[in-house]
Each structure stands twice: as C-alpha cells, then as structure tokens.
C-alpha cells in the first residue's frame, strides 16, 4: 500500500519549491533526492557527524533530525545556498584561505553551522568557535585549521558589514542620490 504524500511548500537558498513528500521524508532525504542539492551530506544516519547540518530560519539543523512538512513555510539554506566561484562567502573564503578542508566531507555541514553561529555571534573566541561546531565532526583534522577558517570568516563579515555602513552613510550625506 502506497502512503499518503502531501505538498510542501519550502524556500530553499531562496526559491519556494513546492514538491509532494511522504510525511516520513526527512529534510535531508527532500533537500538532495528531490531537489537534488547534494551539497548536505548524510554521513552517519544517527544525527551524530552534523555532515547534513543546514540552517532552518537561520538556526542550525541537522537536517536527519527534521521532517519535510516540519519545514512547511520554513526558509532553509543549504551549502549551495552560501556563494559561488565568483562571489565567495566569507565562511567559503576563509576555508579557501586558511586551509579548513581536508577530504571534504564534513565541510559543507562545518560551514552551516559556522555561519549559524557567526549569525548569533560575530565576534567569536576561539573558545566559543570551537564549542559552536561540537555538533560536527570532521576525522581528518584537529580542527585548528577549521577554527582559523571560522575566525578569518566573522573578521571578513564584519569588514563587509562595515563597509556596507560607510557605503550608506556616504549614500545618505549625499541625499540619498
């Protein structure tokens, strides 16, 4: 016997998809078989590694441990969702720069729940980056090189912000022309 779907409506990376989802079809299992974002990766099946981490409404998320239709209405972004080759995010060129990947396959859940924590704090210690990304966990590295890349990424989003702030004062001391 075939279960019952129903549609969900969710905005991913910004766009609102709509699909027809089993009510069992966890987020993770929507985000890559459906719309074919494989950018989440599922690496544990137990909600342990955080390799499937998105963010929903901003916050951090195991997407394993979340329902399709619980992220009915919801915004969620994924990996894909951050930047691209041309216009890098900051957690993406952080980990460019300071050398925070190794095989890879933590990373994209490790830059989530970065830019999760940076959203709530965006000024973080050490300390606190190391206990922002205890929900991930990478096998190939100490992580040193992981928390210098989050540390290089708050620095860099708080000089865009800035430079966003000189930009509009400017812009307003003009008479907003």
Not at 9 to 21: F, K, M
Not at 34 to 46: M, Q, S
Not at 56 to 72: F, I, N, P, Y
Not at 158 to 176: K, L
Request: contains cysteine; hydrophobic residues 35%; aromatic residues 4%.
């Amino acid at each position: 016997m075939n279960e019952q779907t129903s549609p969900v409506a969710i905005t991913v990376n910004g766009q609102t998809v709509t699909r027809q989802v089993e009510p069992r079809t966890l987020l993770v299992h929507f985000l890559r078989d459906a719309l074919g974002l494989t950018g989440t990766h599922i690496g544990c099946d137990t909600s342990q590694c955080g390799a499937c981490t998105v963010l929903l409404d901003g916050d951090a998320v195991k997407s394993c441990t979340v329902l399709a239709v619980q992220a009915e209405g919801r915004q969620v972004t994924t990996v894909e969702g951050l930047g691209d080759i041309a216009q890098l995010h900051p957690i993406q060129e952080g980990f460019w720069e300071r050398h925070g990947l190794q095989c890879g396959y933590c990373t994209p859940g490790v830059m989530m729940a970065a830019v999760g924590l940076l959203q709530q704090n965006p000024n973080p210690t050490e300390e606190e980056v190391r206990e922002g990304l205890e929900g991930v966990i990478c096998r190939c590295t100490g992580y040193q090189n992981i928390v210098q890349a989050v540390l290089y990424a708050a620095n860099r989003m708080r000089e865009v912000q800035r430079e966003a702030e000189v930009a509009a004062a400017a812009h307003a001391a003009e008479g907003g022309h």
